[in-house]
T-cell receptor, first 114, second 116 residues
Framework: TQLLEQSPQFLSIQEGENLTVYCNSSSVFSSLQWYRQEPGEGPVLLVTVVTGGEVKKLKRLTFQFGDARKDSSLHITAAQPGDTGLYLCAGARTGGGSNYKLTFGKGTLLTVNP | DTEVTQTPKHLVMGMTNKKSLKCEQHMGHRAMYWYKQKAKKPPELMFVYSYEKLSINESVPSRFSPECPNSSLLNLHLHALQPEDSALYLC???????????????FGPGTRLTVT
């Protein structure tokens, strides 16, 4: 069974603080996606990382894919209330019956207080 | 354009009703998905259509019946649902997987379903 362990599950911080969310697995993924979801809405794709060691930046968000493609992290600098939401990591494996399935982490519910 | 649209936004139905959820994408994606999501939990895969054919059914009860009329449309027909089926139902689409292209799924805004 492919599992993605995501931590922390809940995070409540003050505006301006930095934070990091982690996704870890014992399985190798061909790519990993990060989504943000607001209440009552669908997940919005933030980034896809494909290459081991890859780092991508999206404004104040920095995403990293581990060298072995088994883990990933999301770092937010100077968090703002607009960053509040459920952050989901999802890993993809290509080949065989796994082709169309994403393995989701359990999510990190982030609250940024003004 | 990475838009997936879903209708209706909200749906309340009784346990004896029949209703349908609709999903549409115009990105030329050949794979479409239905997910069920409970509050503060990750989405759970229900069905996958690839090139308009059902390729994955995650042992979903028969009271949920998917349909893919064409490559842009996906429906989920609902009949005799139970209160525990109340959830956010998400549609998603993707290009592949295709060799050389990162595999990405794009989600719609969801339909909030309440079964009374």
């Amino acid at each position: 069974t492919q599992l993605l362990e995501q931590s922390p599950q809940f995070l409540s911080i003050q505006e301006g603080e930095n934070l990091t969310v982690y996704c870890n697995s014992s399985s190798v993924f061909s790519s990993l996606q990060w989504y943000r979801q607001e209440p009552g809405e669908g997940p919005v794709l933030l980034v896809t990382v494909v290459t081991g060691g890859e780092v991508k930046k999206l404004k104040r968000l920095t995403f990293q894919f581990g060298d072995a493609r088994k883990d990933s992290s999301l770092h937010i600098t100077a968090a703002q209330p607009g960053d509040t939401g459920l952050y989901l990591c999802a890993g993809a494996r290509t080949g065989g019956g796994s082709n169309y399935k994403l393995t989701f982490g359990k999510g990190t519910l982030l609250t940024v207080n003004p | 354009d990475t838009e997936v649209t879903q209708t209706p936004k909200h749906l309340v139905m009784g346990m004896t009703n029949k209703k349908s959820l609709k999903c549409e994408q115009h990105m030329g994606h050949r794979a479409m998905y239905w997910y069920k999501q409970k509050a503060k939990k990750p989405p759970e895969l229900m069905f996958v259509y690839s090139y308009e054919k059902l390729s994955i059914n995650e042992s979903v009860p028969s009271r949920f019946s998917p349909e893919c009329p064409n490559s842009s449309l996906l429906n989920l027909h609902l009949h005799a649902l139970q209160p525990e089926d109340s959830a956010l139902y998400l549609c998603a689409s993707s290009q592949g997987p295709l060799a050389g292209i990162p595999y990405e799924q794009y989600f719609g805004p969801g339909t909030r379903l309440t079964v009374t």
